[in-house]
């Protein structure tokens, strides 16, 4: 950090262990507090990750790796055909041989502890399954559902769901079809709203990456979530009905033979 920052933690959050290991009581003053300087990164820092970015960014300069101008998230070296794609700590990596795959590894470890994936099989908490001979990749969370469930401590119902949220079919003719309407049922007690917020939480990066069915049902209830009712909990256990049916979705991405052509006229 170029300046110091400070913070304070009360003496009663502090471990046995940890507190012989650092002499705590002897560090405590008499409000209770124990007071620190912070002269690095650390997590809860809101500029922690800007800090992290920084050092990387700096370091790698050293072995020629500087982001894209234009994509900053895709780094490129200024000799190497090397490239990677950078999200938090992982590395999607593109090399050609593998002298420069150990560049890249030999400039990480100079600094850092590395691991190192060569199947590039995992990325970002994905499975990435390979198949290159057909020009096509499976994106997948195996037992992503399961485990949420279980964390959730949720038990499903044994019936089928074969769709994640309710619809209202059209009614085509001289009837005119009105609105839903609005949602008059009791609101849940403190547990529960605060259930539904961790289901919704818990569930929206895999519908992002992985099963886009799920979406319209997590952002509908996601609109009630602050007050979430009987009726936010009908349509949630619906949508967790259908994902025990169908638990591990893939997506599927082909390589695509577009050609992009570019003139320029002077």
Same mark, same amino acid.
């Given at each position: ?44 820092? /809101?500029?922690?990750?800007? #800090?992290?970015? $920084?050092?990387?960014? @700096? %370091? ?6 500087? =982001? *894209? ?51 590039? /099989?995992?990325?970002?908490? #994905?499975?990435? $399954?390979?198949?290159? @001979? %057909? ?6 969370? =195996? *037992? ?123």
């Amino acid at each position: 950090m170029t300046n110091n920052e400070y913070m304070r933690i009360h003496n009663r959050y502090f471990i046995g262990p940890i507190r012989e290991k650092y002499n705590i009581d002897k560090l405590t003053v008499t409000d209770g507090f124990i007071y620190c300087r912070i002269k690095k990164g650390m997590y809860g820092l /809101r500029q922690a990750a800007r #800090l992290a970015h $920084d050092d990387l960014k @700096s %370091h790698l300069a050293k072995y020629g790796y500087t =982001p *894209d101008p234009i994509a900053p998230n895709i780094w490129k070296h200024s000799t190497r055909q090397t490239k990677f794609c950078l999200c938090v700590d992982d590395f999607g990596v593109q090399y050609f041989n593998e002298s420069d795959a150990n560049h890249l590894i030999t400039s990480l470890k100079d600094k850092y502890e590395i691991t190192i994936d060569r199947t590039g /099989r995992n990325f970002c908490g #994905l499975r990435l $399954d390979w198949n290159y @001979s %057909h020009g096509y990749v499976d994106i997948s969370m =195996p *037992d992503f559902v399961r485990k949420t469930f279980d964390k959730l401590n949720y038990k499903c119902n044994k019936k089928r769901q074969l769709a994640p949220h309710q619809w209202a079919l059209p009614d085509y003719g001289k009837t005119r079809q009105m609105a839903t309407p609005e949602d008059t049922a009791d609101i849940l007690s403190k547990p529960g709203i605060k259930f539904v917020q961790r289901s919704v939480g818990s569930f929206f990066y895999y519908a992002r990456a992985v099963d886009n069915t799920i979406l319209p049902a997590l952002n509908e209830i996601s609109l009630y979530q602050e007050k979430p009712s009987n009726n936010t909990l009908q349509k949630l256990q619906m949508l967790f009905d259908y994902l025990n049916t169908y638990p591990n979705a893939k997506i599927r991405f082909f390589a695509s033979d577009m050609k992009l052509y570019m003139m320029q006229h002077i």
